[in-house]
């Protein structure tokens, strides 16, 4: 089964070796990675802009694969990179198996009460709201609740690892816990661990 | 047309207020507009987490829907929510009509360097990186190239209005603007302004 590999990793420097790195992980569970940077199924038409031709080469490498695994490590902010996101919720509306993982194990409410620092505050009920008065998320899950829906009614996982800032968009134990489980699904076991849900 | 708003005025305490506001305004375009918060087309099953409903629900909802219009104003960050741009990449992968607006009207580049501060550095090659050493997007798009790219490929605009802080979240004149460009497709006009690209 072809993989679509989503993720922000898109932007490092070697953004190449991560991709060969994420696809040799693929080939040994029997899976093939394909990444962004790929050269897409079809080529866009030339007379779109540069960005639109990467965006459609990217929705016609999804509709390619069988199955995605997005890297939802948190990304300039409490919250995944909305790239990542936005194709996950596309991949989940296309009814086929989603995973995702963090490199960060801390969950939403933590995280954003971090990143909002004394913008934070308490309210009378218990929960937490921002300066602009909007409430914080508490659910125990690892991002927004449509996020981590989205891989749950597709019947995949969230895997969270925490990982050190420094190797947090290379290490890769918890993306391979993901192909693990896409693999079995391609091969119709049961899922490798029981869904939370 | 029934048209699901999708948005973060979820997270407001005068949310339902917001809600009636936009459903005014689409009714006054002859659009059904559809709120995350309204009960679902059916129940989603009660044995599930009250989060696991609430995303049930809302899928729920978009699949009920024959547009979408995303409000994709930043949130905690440079970039839209995560749980708007699930559902913006979700109505996609449907193939339906979906818009979005932003009540910021800067570019992603010079959004995303304002938030990152001193951590933002060029590069030789006359772009950009974070201190993670990962580029920032610059092709004069309001957020990632996947949110544009998104909205553009399903045939929709991306309105920018430039809101003071205060109204942010209840400002709705670049709201009216994508309900007006939904109810002409619904109707079957063409597009009022031409698109992009």
């Known amino acids: 089964m072809r993989v679509y590999l ?3 990793e ?16 693929c080939a040994a569970h029997g899976l093939e990675g394909v990444f962004p940077l790929d050269p897409p199924p079809a080529a866009p038409p030339a007379e779109r802009p540069y960005w639109m031709r990467i965006y459609l ?13 997005a890297n939802l490590t948190p990304f ?14 596309f991949m989940r509306a296309l009814g086929r198996p989603v995973a995702g993982y963090s490199n960060v194990a801390e969950d939403f409410l933590a995280r954003t009460r971090g990143f909002l620092g004394d913008a934070a505050r308490p309210r009378a009920d218990g ?16 991002d927004n609740l449509m996020v981590d829906g989205g891989i749950e009614a597709a019947g995949g996982g969230f895997e969270r690892a ?8 290379h290490d890769l ?22 869904s939370s849900a």
Chains 1, 2 share one sequence.
């Open 6 to 8: 989503a993720g922000p």
């Open 10 to 25: 898109v932007f490092l420097p070697d953004a190449l070796e991560v991709a060969a790195a994420k696809k040799r992980i």
């Open 57 to 69: 080469g990217n929705e016609a490498h999804i509709r390619s694969c069988g199955g995605l695994i």
């Open 76 to 89: 300039r902010g409490p919250s995944a990179d909305v790239g990542t996101v936005f194709e996950l919720g």
């Open 127 to 142: 929960g937490w709201e921002d300066a602009d008065r909007m409430g914080l998320e508490d659910f125990g899950l690892a």
């Open 162 to 169: 925490e990982v050190p800032a420094g190797r947090r968009w």
């Open 173 to 194: 134990a918890a993306f391979e816990r993901c192909v693990i489980r896409l693999a079995a699904d391609a091969r119709g076991d049961q899922w490798p661990s029981a």
